[in-house]
């Protein structure tokens, strides 16, 4: 059976499925009110190629014609192709260098160690840069951006 061109689609032909071809596209076709002649001469393709675009399952344009193709019908070729959304990368679990932990533990150590009624104003102002200083690391480590967790 050969595909009709959607507006001579006729009422006992069913509308394409996941499984016959891509609803989204057609019902956009549909609602635009254009010809696969029509949009095809827009992307300067064939009209067989947006014919089978529609009809047959798992086709899918190349980008620029998908870009192109949203455009005409005034949508998101992520709308038109689902599987053409972006993907979220994952994100990357953060991991600290052994050096800057042990020099972190170490600052950490000094300062809890410092007895504040015995210590010179200068052994205290030396612990809390060196504790500081890791603490800005650590931080700049886990976002570079602001220095604050992501």
Not at 20 to 44: C, K, M, P
Request: net charge negative; charged share 25%; no cysteine.
């Amino acid at each position: 059976m050969t595909a009709l061109m959607p507006e001579q689609r006729t009422v006992s032909e069913p509308v394409p499925s996941a499984k016959r071809g891509n609803a989204r596209l057609y019902d956009a076709v549909i609602a635009s009110g254009l010809t696969y002649e029509e949009i095809a001469e827009e992307l300067a393709v064939d009209p067989k190629t947006v014919e089978r675009w529609v009809n047959e399952p798992g086709r899918r344009p190349y980008a620029r014609h998908a870009h192109a193709v949203a455009r005409v019908l005034n949508t998101t070729p992520s709308e038109l192709w689902p599987s053409m959304r972006p993907q979220d990368p994952a994100p990357e679990p953060v991991t600290m260098r052994p050096r800057l932990l042990s020099s972190a533990h170490d600052a950490l150590r000094r300062v809890e160690a410092l007895d504040l009624g015995k210590a010179s104003p200068t052994e205290m102002a030396l612990h809390l840069g060196a504790l500081s200083s890791v603490l800005r690391t650590v931080m700049d480590f886990i976002d570079p951006a602001t220095g604050a967790m992501a």
